[in-house]
């Protein structure tokens, strides 16, 4: 049974690269970075993979068929020039909400084998492909008639986060793995641990690319090291460890999918060389569990979630704004329903006022909470779309189930980040823009603006 097929991708919001099988695994990317009508899709290496223009998302079109939209723009999808049925026929990108019946910016996604798969376009039946056959940067991509060969085949890889990044890998059980004892050699055993120590680098992974769809994971203490199953054995139970990275290891090497019924939230991650996953042995909570291989199920102790760091709950922290050494706190220091958040500067930073405790609450949201009472969160005030609309505190055990109540968080560059009500999908932003104390705090539509933009600090 495959793991895994491009279809499930579609209206999750989970973007992916589309790589080729030629030589070097090489991904489509929109030429020049701007999505417009007519731009190029040309062939580029994954060294800037952080990129929009290399990544993509799946829409559902007409009778079953998709568009493969641009990260850029989703309003703009893959498309072959003219509609034409010529081999070679040009691919660029088309606005998709101008011609959204027409087929030439519709595909059909087939299985070739494995992890492959066939792009046709529904208008001429022809395939997208690399032009050539050749791997360099730039190459064109085009349509052709379907033959067996690599330069038509296909592989959706999603990305559970950038590759480079920090992050916390938690279980849906709630507790994190990480590397027993702290020091990376190989053998060190990988075990489960609360979120009290998720701050320390044997909590902290980093995802680098392996070859055709599979990644190391790679424990911040020493990148040479990574998550491993001890043996390269296909023993359900199997012992997951650190390994020093061999290229050609598979039991070094894993696929990460999403896992469906769970918002795309949780992601499995399958050994390369046993189709196996790592899993939370007996599903147990504790501390120094051990972290073992299995075959996938749907239970809680084989899905996990890629918490970029530093969003780490549990711990108090400070909101930065990007605009200076200026903090979100609550107005007057008291946690009570209605209490106003505004900005306030550094000389009181050892007051609860302006700490806060990030806890999960599921889906890929958070509750902000105040360090003065930490049933008191962030929440926008009458749970309105507007923009200025006032952020106060609110007692979540009378309201936490509501969106106005819960944020998202999305990295926004040189370790910032927006936070984003879940009702209204605007931003926590410091209003007009100006460092006074007693600034109000409200929601904006995000703009690429430093008053929009929020790091976090760990609390002394």
């Not at 790589?19 to 290496?45: C, R, Y």
């Amino acid at each position: 049974m495959a793991l895994f097929h491009p279809s499930q991708l579609v209206n999750t919001g989970i973007r992916f690269f589309l790589q080729s099988e030629v030589e070097t695994g090489p991904v489509a990317h929109v030429h020049g970075g701007v999505a417009e009508n007519g731009a190029k899709i040309t062939l580029w290496d994954l060294g800037a993979d952080n990129q929009d223009n290399l990544q993509w998302l799946l829409a559902p079109a007409d009778n079953g068929h998709f568009f493969i939209v641009s990260a850029i723009n989703t309003n703009y999808a893959l498309h072959q020039h003219g509609a034409n049925s010529d081999n070679g026929g040009e691919i660029t990108l088309w606005n998709r909400r101008e011609a959204p019946h027409h087929t030439n910016v519709q595909v059909s996604i087939k299985s070739v084998g494995g992890d492959l798969y066939a792009i046709k376009f529904v208008h001429s039946g022809k395939n997208v492909h690399v032009h050539g056959g050749g791997p360099a940067n730039g190459t064109p991509i085009t349509q052709w008639d379907y033959v067996d060969q690599a330069n038509l085949k296909w592989r959706f890889i999603p990305i559970p986060i950038e590759t480079g990044r920090r992050f916390n890998l938690q279980s849906a059980l709630g507790p994190f793995a990480h590397v027993h004892g702290g020091g990376a050699q190989n053998g060190a055993k990988l075990t489960l641990w609360d979120y009290t120590n998720n701050h320390q680098k044997n909590h902290q992974w980093v995802l680098r690319h392996a070859e055709k769809g599979h990644y190391f994971v790679e424990s911040v203490i020493d990148r040479k090291f990574a998550l491993h199953q001890h043996g390269g054995n296909s023993d359900n139970g199997g012992e997951v460890t650190l390994w020093e990275t061999a290229p050609n290891s598979g039991n070094l090497k894993v696929r990460i999918y999403p896992v469906w019924g769970s918002g795309g939230d949780y992601w499995a991650l399958y050994f390369q060389h046993s189709q196996k996953c790592v899993h939370v042995h007996g599903a147990a909570k504790a501390n120094d569990t051990p972290i073992t291989q299995w075959e996938y199920v749907d239970q809680l102790n084989l899905k996990w979630r890629f918490v970029e760091y530093p969003i780490v709950t549990g711990k108090k922290i400070l909101l930065q704004s990007a605009l200076g050494n200026n903090y979100a706190h609550v107005h007057g220091g008291v946690a009570e329903n209605g209490a106003k958040i505004t900005l306030w500067d550094a000389s009181a930073v050892h007051q609860a006022n302006l700490q806060w405790v990030l806890q999960y609450a599921g889906n890929g949201q958070y509750w902000l909470a105040s360090a003065v009472n930490q049933n008191f969160v962030l929440h926008q005030h009458g749970g309105n779309n507007d923009n200025g609309g006032p952020i106060t505190l609110w007692d979540k055990r009378e309201a936490g189930h509501q969106g106005n109540l819960r944020v998202t968080i999305k990295n926004a560059g040189d370790d910032y980040f927006s936070l984003n009500f879940v009702h209204s999908g605007k931003s926590v932003h410091v209003h007009g823009g100006t460092t006074d104390n007693g600034t109000p705090i409200t929601q904006w539509e995000y703009v690429e603006q430093s008053n929009l933009k929020w790091r976090f600090v760990f609390a002394k």
